[in-house]
């Protein structure tokens, strides 16, 4: 047990050093290096890796210049879509979006069959929150389902959980972004939701 | 000259309506976020897409960055994230067969004024960290190098550092390993 931990102590000491960090205990180091031929051999291949590691990867000189152009075009593609968007904040939509809803409400519950069927095409660039992610054609097919979407699975900070989503397919913990989902995969998500 | 100003500085001007403060600090950092995301997604291709993508994120959520923590760790969580993103949606593209062409990697960078060494060196630890997971290929960027603590790279990540050790050991012996095959 203790040799495990402190060849991990060690290693990261090693780590430490190579990055030109000082390291506390650096005799103690040296001592246990003169001891333990698998920590010798991990420093051997830090420093060879060291070297192979020190190659920076720079933008090629043509995508120097345009880069920031490049950036700049998508950021201001991005504000012409969103600006058309605004629309869905106005008070007079957010009135009328809000009559729909209590409407729809009870249609709903004086209705024992309610339609079930939802496009959320129909609300087109529906503003999901204040990350802006925004769902297009995209047809979701069932009311609860959206419910759930929305609560508990899609909308986390306007990132989509893969640890909730995907429990079973992904092995990760990392966020992603529901903007690179095409409709095509956002309908398998569903339909592998529907199934668990 | 504008690219010495400081983050801080820029930050502060773009937030007080200076657009032209945006475009500064992306040229400034736009190496920087292009060499964390080249290794990470191993090809010069999805880096440009991701550092793109790097960039307009950043412009929307700039005005969330409080200063708490230094700009260039927000710069790594962002890049690494993107570059994640990226590479998890070509598996889900693969997993749903949406994409039967198979896309693979490929290294198409092609800077004339770079050497042919560096070339070598830089396609070879390329062809290697690309068989590693992403997240350990992530881990190892980041650490080896990036040279970031593991208490920096748990902070990105969001996850602990105990497993972050393990990862990276594993990656260093993978790699070593590989690298080795290459050179006998």
Known sequence: MSKQITCEHIRESLEEQLFGRSVPDSDRVKQHLESCESCRSYVTALEKLNEVSGVEHTLPGYEQVRFSARVRTRIEEKKAARSKRTIFARPAFQIAAMLIIIVSVVFYMSNTEPEPVFVLDEIEHELIDSYTFYYDEMELVDDDLIADLYNDYLFGDGELNYDVLFPVYFDTDFYYDINQLTPEEIDYIIQRLEEV | ?184
């Not at chain 2, 929307?60 to 590479?87: H, K, M, P, V």
């Not at chain 2, 042919?116 to 290697?128: G, H, I, P, W």
């Open chain 2, 1 to 184: 000259m504008a690219l010495e100003i400081s983050d801080n500085d820029l930050i502060k001007e773009f937030l007080g309506g200076d657009e032209q403060s945006f475009n500064v600090l992306v040229r400034k950092h736009q190496d920087f976020v292009y060499n964390i995301v080249r290794k990470i997604t191993g090809n010069h291709e999805d880096a440009i897409e991701v550092s793109q993508r790097v960039f307009v994120k950043l412009y929307d959520q700039l005005e969330t960055f409080s200063g708490g923590s230094a700009f260039t760790t927000w710069l790594y969580r962002i890049a690494t994230n993107e570059s994640l993103n990226l590479l998890r949606s070509r598996k889900v593209k693969r997993w749903l067969r949406l994409d039967e062409t198979g896309r693979e990697f490929r290294d198409q960078t092609s800077d004339p004024f770079e050497t042919v060494v560096e070339d070598e060196k830089r396609e070879q630890l390329d062809r290697v960290l690309r068989t590693l997971p992403d997240r350990q290929r992530t881990v190892f960027v980041l650490r080896m190098h990036e040279g970031l603590t593991y208490d920096e790279i748990a902070d990105i990540l969001g996850v602990t550092t105990g497993s972050l050790k393990a990862t990276f050991f594993h990656a260093v012996k993978k790699v070593t390993k590989a690298l080795e095959n290459i050179y006998e």
